[in-house]
C-alpha cells in the first residue's frame, strides 16, 4: 500500500535535498528515480543481504559489497569506481544508495568522486541510517587509523525512506536507530523524547505508521541541525550526545559492540556526568535508562574506567587533554548552548560518573 509520503527539506550550502518518508515508496522506485533524476542511467549499490531480502524494482546494473563495516573500506571504493567504468557510467549517471548506513556512506562517496561527482539517491533500509545516516551529506570510507577518515561532503539528490522495509531488519539494528532518535529528543525535542517512551510498543512491533513518524520527527531534528552547521563547527555537535562516551565502549570493545548499544551507555553515562556537574536536574540519567531498557536494551559498563579514559582521550571532539562532551540540560536541551556547544569535563568527574552509571545500569 503506498501512502502519501510524508515530506522534509534540508537545506546544505549549496541548496536544498528533500526526505520523503512513506511506506511504498522503494516500490514505486522506478517511478520517484525519474521524477527526481530525469533521463539519468542509473546503477544501484547495495550489500548482500540487503540485496537478497529487500526487493526492489529497478531495472539497471546491481553492485553488491559484503554486508557490514568492514566494506567501508577504499579498496571497495576503488572497486565500485572500476566496475562504474567498465559498465561505461558517464556524466548523465546516476546511483542509487540502497542499503544501511555502510552503503550510504560508501555509495555516497563513489558518487562523490566519480568523475568528480555524480548525483545519487539515499535509499536507506536501516532505522539507523533513516533517522541518521542518510541526512547530511556526510560520505566516507574507514582506514585503519579508525572510521570515516576519508570522505567528502556531498549531499543526496534526494532521500527516500520507506519504514515498510524495515520488517527483515535485525533486533539490535532496529534498536539502534531507536536510540539515535531518544538522543534527538533528549537534545532537541522534550516532547518527541516523551512520544517515543509511549510508543516504544508499536515502535518495536515495527508498525510502519509509528516508524515513518519517528522518521520524520529524527530527520526534521537533524536536517535543521545539519542545515545550520553543515561541516560541524558547532551546532552538530548536538549529534554528539553519548558519542563521546559510546565511541570511546566502541573503541575498547574492538568494535565488537554496536554503535547502537554503545551510545545507549553513553548516553547513561553523560547524562551522569551533567548531573555531576550540577548542568542536568537530579534523576535525568536514571529516568533516561528506564526509557533505553523499555526499549530492550540491556546493556552494562565494562569495568576498566583506564581504558575508557585513554579511549574518550581518542574521540575527535578532545582539545588538548580535557574531554569534551556534548551534556544535556534537561530532555530538549543542551547545556552549553550559549558557549561552544560541548562542556569541558575533569578525570576525577567522569571516573566518579562512570562508577555511578555502572551502579544504574547494574541495578
Ligand atoms: N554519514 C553520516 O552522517 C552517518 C551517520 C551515522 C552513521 N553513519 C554510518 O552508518 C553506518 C552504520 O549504519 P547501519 O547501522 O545502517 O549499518 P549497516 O549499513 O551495516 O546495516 C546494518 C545491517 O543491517 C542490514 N540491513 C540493512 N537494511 C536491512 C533491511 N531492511 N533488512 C534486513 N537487513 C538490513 C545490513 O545488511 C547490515 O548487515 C556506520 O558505518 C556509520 O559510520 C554515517
Ligand atoms: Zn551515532
Known amino acids: 500500500m503506498v501512502t502519501e509520503p510524508r515530506r522534509v527539506t534540508v537545506s546544505h550550502a549549496a541548496g536544498q535535498y528533500e526526505v520523503s518518508i512513506g511506506r511504498g515508496q522503494v516500490g514505486d522506485l522506478a517511478a520517484i528515480a525519474e521524477r527526481v533524476l530525469p533521463g539519468r542511467r542509473l546503477v544501484v549499490i547495495a550489500d548482500r543481504t540487503v540485496g537478497r531480502l529487500v526487493a526492489q524494482p529497478l531495472k539497471v546494473p546491481v553492485l553488491l559489497v559484503p554486508a557490514g563495516e568492514s566494506a567501508k573500506t577504499r579498496r571497495r571504493w576503488a572497486d565500485l569506481t572500476d566496475q562504474l567504468l567498465d559498465l561505461g557510467l558517464g556524466r548523465d549517471g546516476a546511483l542509487v544508495a540502497f542499503g544501511g548506513g555502510v552503503v550510504g556512506d560508501l555509495a555516497g562517496f563513489v558518487a562523490a568522486t566519480f568523475l568528480r561527482g555524480i548525483p545519487y539517491l539515499q535509499v536507506p533500509t536501516s532505522l539507523l541510517a533513516m533517522v541518521d545516516a542518510s541526512v547530511g551529506g556526510k560520505t566516507g570510507v574507514n582506514t585503519h587509523h579508525g572510521k570515516n577518515l576519508v570522505g567528502a561532503f556531498h549531499p543526496p539528490a534526494a532521500v527516500i525512506a520507506d519504514p515498510g522495509v524495515l520488517t527483515t531488519l535485525g533486533r539490535t539494528h532496529l534498536r539502534g536507530g531507536l536510540i539515535e532518535a ?118 552494562t559498563l565494562p569495568a576498566d574506567d583506564d581504558g575508557l579514559l585513554a579511549a574518550m582521550r581518542h574521540d575527535k571532539k578532545v582539545r588538548g587533554t580535557v574531554i569534551q562532551m556534548a551534556l544535556p540540560r534537561a530532555p530538549g536541551g543542551l547545556a552549553a548552548e550559549a558557549g561552544g556547544w560541548t562542556t569541558a569535563t575533569s578525570d576525577d568527574i567522569v571516573r566518579q560518573s562512570l562508577g555511578a552509571a555502572r551502579r544504574l545500569l547494574d541495578g
Open 182 to 299: 531518544v538522543k534527538h529528543g533528549l537534545v532537541a525535542d522534550a516532547e518527541y523524547y516523551d512520544w517515543i517512551e509511549a510508543q516504544a510498543e508499536p515502535l518495536l512491533a515495527r508498525d510502519p505508521t509509528a516508524l515513518a513518524t519517528l522518521v520524520e520527527r529524527s530527520v526534521r531534528i537533524k536536517g535543521e541541525v545539519v542545515g545550520a552547521d553543515e561541516r560541524e563547527s558547532g551546532r552538530r555537535a548536538v549529534l554528539n550526545a553519548g558519542h563521546t562516551v559510546g565511541h570511546a565502549l566502541e573503541r575498547l570493545a574492538a568494535y565488537r559492540l554496536p554503535h547502537g548499544e554503545a551510545v545507549a551507555a553513553g548516553l547513561v553515562v553523560e547524562g551522569v556526568v551533567a548531573e555531576a556537574l550540577g548542568l542536568a536536574p537530579e534523576g535525568l540519567a536514571a529516568d533516561l535508562t528506564r526509557r533505553l531498557r523499555a526499549l530492550g536494551w540491556q546493556g
